[in-house]
């Protein structure tokens, strides 16, 4: 036997290890941030927290598995099942099944799967999070007589195993057992309790190991290594960014091409069938991966990190072995983890660096924080991360997402996400709720349009303007986690707003039907309409009639929630793909002022493979920035809809966004203002509208056809004008210059302006600008050369004592 207590853990804490010759190899110690346990067993070898090559790592579990078919014999190994433990096993037990070559593997995991019953279930004692579930396809997987092989990668008090076959054993008993583990740490009194067990149980248990030895704790080691964590937690910062990080959105996507119909993974059952399946496809999909993979410049071997994701283990394993197999670059392969463990960058330290980042699967358990280990600071050239679809989610791709805090280390990231599989008739999550309607759900009528979202009308979400203008330009909330206090226009301003809509309705009826017969001709003669609440929302409706009044067509009209900086709701775009053909939706807004949610849908969707069917090209009513080729005019005109907020968008609030009241199966929320239904007016705007239709007829039709046959690529003449403002006003952000009629509207109703821009000249389309300027104390300045009729600026680095660019205070009204 020998014995090491040279590490940091065992001069600090006094654990030891002792064991044969090869444990010290394996294994390295660490401190849990865990109350159950206050150490950690890290594996060399194992591929979950130490980067290593994936040869060495595939190599130790499959040797693993020759032996215990040496010891079952080839009858009893053709009847065995393996079966691997969640999270950290599953790709050693995968490898293991490999070493047996005819037995199916199956991995318990903690992602619960609708439509597929458990077949069983048990606890871990020491883990950080212990519910473990068997969700095998087959239902009989479990329920043959052949030899269960459990692989776990350390053996230590052996309650796991206990646990898992009293449940099984009880369910379906047989007659062998084998325990498969890169290390057997058991003490002398855990020994003889398994013997004890499988005497109780009738049946014979044999263990195969790579190495043993055992684990001496001091008295108080649970106490000391709280201390210890708590010490070394607050004692400094993490490691560096790199000198040359990539910004998260620089990630490369790569389509690797995996198999049709071939699981991601053992969580349902993997087979022989699929296993000589993967086989013949890994050549061709370590290639695609290596082509994504920049170029080796300079001098020495590029390093390369293929990094798993959680119970994700084996197919990243089998990938980055494919891919050390290619040479040209030195591999290493590692994973991602729910384990939480302290970072000390010592050399007798096995956890040197720890990269932590919200859970972005959508875990049952809820929100939580994840970790890679010994990434930053790897000297890595690049990194492949290889997640799941389930796990695809905007998390990942967050300002604080896994793929930023690889980007922040690491030069070159590439994404590979693989198809998650999902067993016939079952389904990942739960079935979505049906659309709100009114008169339940805004004063619109049922047929006008579904509301794709949820009910928040119960929960007080406004907050005073100066407070959130604040609170959002500091950091500390997203725009969308709160709402503006609703405006109550003045006798004045209703009065501005049913002049305009006199005057405009003519104008708004022919854009209308310019952009809905663009729509049907060049887009989907039976399209479904997505309108972008709530400003998209009044002319999803409108569209809706004009078809019907026109065409005699009844289209379906939802309203969906999308957020700046965090994108459309996929769980509507999920629902929609369900119940349409995603190549038959489109999206709707109201207008474009520099382009910034156009954008942004493009982008969202761009980064889920799922939605690729959708088209992100938005048909607006006006475009005056030149950001789409759908619309009904580039002319900057008042659109009355933009004067009032919920009151002209059948009382539904603008859309929120909070982890609190949002969850994973949810769509996004509103509230309906029931109590302002005395000062409704969306049917009145909508009516006014429809009035206008026979009249504008023959114009929309001249209209419509001078548009098919014109040039309409987008200039983005907007976004260029905005740029220019921002940098001549001393701003610098663009978010904080909103061009046109209708966003500078929104800006003197829901933020903190600072003063409005008016092209010299403008008239009367400008009056409720004006009006709502002067009820806030904002200049209006006249200019020349903009390319709206006005543009409003919200203020600039806002505080309720801020002051502008100028020195001059805002006026808080």
């Known amino acids: 036997m020998v014995e090491w207590s040279g ?54 579990g499959y040797e693993l598995g020759v032996r215990v078919g040496e010891l079952l014999g080839a009858e009893a190994a053709a009847r065995a099942v393996v079966l691997g433990y969640a999270e950290t096993a599953t790709g050693l037990g995968h490898s293991v099944a490999d070493g047996l070559a005819l037995a199916p593997f199956l991995h318990s995991t903690r992602r619960p799967v609708r439509g597929v019953a ?46 898992t076959i009293r449940d099984l054993h009880a369910r379906h008993p047989r007659d062998h057992y084998v325990i498969v583990a890169l290390v057997d740490m058991r003490s002398p009194e855990d020994r003889r309790r398994l013997d004890a067990f499988a005497a109780e149980i009738g049946a014979r248990v044999d263990l195969v190991a790579s ?101 994700l283990m084996y197919a990243p394993l089998r990938l980055a072995v494919a891919l050390e197999e290619l040479g040209g670059a030195e591999v290493r392969y590692s994973t991602t983890t729910r384990s939480p463990v302290l970072a000390v960058d010592d050399p007798g330290y096995a956890i040197r660096t720890r990269l932590a980042f919200p859970a972005h699967d959508d875990p049952a358990d809820g929100p939580g924080e994840r970790y890679a280990y010994n990434v930053a600071g790897g000297g890595f050239d690049a990194v492949v991360a290889v997640v799941d679809s389930a796990a695809d989610t905007p998390r990942l791709h967050a300002p604080d997402g896994l793929l930023a805090q690889l980007a922040a280390h690491i030069p070159h990231v590439v994404l590979a996400v693989l198809p998650s599989y999902v067993p016939e008739g079952a389904s990942m999550s739960e079935p979505l709720p049906e659309p709100l309607r009114g008169p339940a759900f805004s004063s619109y009528a049922p047929d006008d349009v579904g509301w794709l979202l949820k009910d928040l009308s119960g929960v007080e979400l406004e907050a005073p303007t100066e407070e959130r203008e604040e609170a959002i330009q500091s950091g500390g909330a997203h725009y969308a986690e709160s709402l503006p206090v609703e405006y109550q226009p003045s006798p004045q301003y209703q009065e501005l707003f ?113 939605f690729e069917g959708f088209d992100p090209e938005i048909a607006v009513l006006a ?118 009629v209708g966003e500078t509207t929104r800006v003197l109703l829901r933020r903190v302006p600072w003063k409005i821009l008016a092209g010299r000249g403008a008239g009367a389309d400008l009056d409720h600008v004006r009006l709502l300027a002067e009820q806030r104390g904002v200049p209006v300045e006249e200019v020349d050369g903009l390319p709206y009729r006005c543009v409003g600026l919200i203020h600039p680095q806002y505080t309720r004592g801020a002051t502008g660019a100028d020195g001059k205070a805002v006026a808080a009204q």
């Open 7 to 60: 590490t940091w853990v065992a001069e600090r804490l006094g654990v030891e290890l002792v064991g044969d010759e090869r444990l010290s190899g394996l294994l390295g110690l660490a401190l849990r941030r865990n109350p159950k346990r206050a150490h950690l067993l890290v594996s060399n070898v194992l591929g979950k927290h130490v980067p290593q090559s994936p040869s060495v790592v595939w190599r130790a």
């Open 118 to 163: 458990a077949a069983g279930g048990f606890e871990e004692s020491h883990s950080h999070a212990t519910s473990h579930l068997l969700l095998p396809e087959d239902p009989q997987l479990l329920a043959g007589q052949g030899p269960l092989v459990l692989v776990d990668d350390e053996f230590s008090t052996g309650n796991t195993v206990l646990n």
């Open 211 to 311: 190495a043993s030895g055992t684990v001496r704790l001091p008295e108080g080691v649970l106490e000391k290594g709280r201390a210890l964590v708590e010490e070394y937690e607050t004692a400094g910062p993490g490691p560096a960014p790199h000198e040359s990080a990539a910004h998260p959105s620089m990630c490369t996507r790569v389509e690797v091409g995996w198999p049709a119909g071939l699981p991601d993974g053992g969580r349902h059952g993997f087979t022989p069938a699929h296993r000589a399946a993967l086989d013949a496809a890994l050549p061709g999909m370590a290639a695609r991966l290596a082509e994504a993979l920049p170029a080796p410049g300079g001098a020495g071997t590029p390093r390369v990190l293929v990094l798993g994701f959680e119970e």
């Open 498 to 610: 049913r002049a305009a809509l006199d005057t405009s309705a003519h104008r708004i009826a022919r854009a209308v039907g310019v952009v809905t017969e663009t729509v049907l001709t060049e887009r989907s003669p039976r399209p479904v309409l997505v309108s972008l609440a709530r400003a998209g929302t009044p002319v999803g409706v409108l569209m809706r009639r004009w078809a019907r009044h026109r065409h005699g067509l009844d289209l379906p009209h939802y309203a969906v929630s999308i957020v700046r900086g965090r994108g459309i709701d996929p769980n509507a775009l999920r629902w929609l793909a369900a119940h349409h053909d995603p190549a038959d939706v489109v999206f709707v807004d109201g207008w474009t002022g520099k382009g910034a949610i156009t954008r942004e849908l493009a982008a969202a969707l761009g980064e889920f493979p799922e």
């Open 623 to 740: 475009d005056p920035g030149s950001c789409v080729r759908t619309y009904g005019t580039r002319e900057d005109f008042l659109i009355p809809s933009a004067c009032l907020n919920s009151t002209v968008s059948g009382l539904i609030s603008r859309t929120v966004l909070r982890r609190d009241l949002i969850g994973p199966g949810d769509f996004h929320g509103a509230k309906f203002y029931r109590e302002l239904a005395g000062a409704d007016v969306s049917g009145d705007f909508l009516d006014a509208v429809t009035a206008r239709f026979d009249e504008v007829e023959a114009d929309v039709d001249h209209e419509a056809k001078a548009l098919r046959d014109a040039d309409r690529t987008p200039s983005w003449e907007g976004w260029a004008a905005v740029e220019r403002i921002s940098e001549a006003y001393g701003i610098h952000d663009v978010n904080l210059v909103k061009p046109g």
